[in-house]
């Protein structure tokens, strides 16, 4: 089992920055993929970026140039989030996926306004 606690989350104004994290316990295994995903009121989740064991990195078209995802040694993945907008609003979710599955944490919220 893999435990993923996000945190970082809170309410910003348009233009502004915010960095999401997201601790991992638990079993934890040598190959793994980590990311991002996020939820708007009354919409999909939706993919935002993802880092590789060997830290490649990709990120979804809306994101591209002003998120960035970083991991230290201790599998805490971080979130830089830049240039912020009002339609980054969402809950904010932390996936870890390794040997077949894919762990979720709770989500924090992330709320852009004036």
């Known amino acids: 089992q893999v435990q993923l606690v996000e945190s970082g989350g809170g309410l910003v104004q348009p233009g502004g920055s915010l960095r999401l994290s997201c601790a991992t316990s638990?079993?934890?295994?040598?190959?793994?993929?980590m990311g991002w995903y996020r939820q708007a009121p009354g919409k999909q989740r939706e993919y935002v970026a993802r880092?590789?064991?060997?830290?490649?990195t990709n990120y979804a078209d809306s994101v591209k140039g002003r998120f960035t995802i970083s991991k230290n040694a201790k599998n805490t993945v971080y979130l830089q989030m830049n240039s912020l907008k009002p339609e980054d609003t969402a809950v904010y979710y932390c996936?870890?996926?390794?040997?077949?599955?894919?762990?979720w944490g709770q989500g924090t919220q992330v709320t852009v306004s004036s």
């Open positions: 996936m870890y996926e390794g040997n077949g599955n894919q762990y």
């Open positions: 880092i590789t064991s060997r830290l490649f």
């Open positions: 638990g079993t934890i295994f040598s190959i793994a993929d």
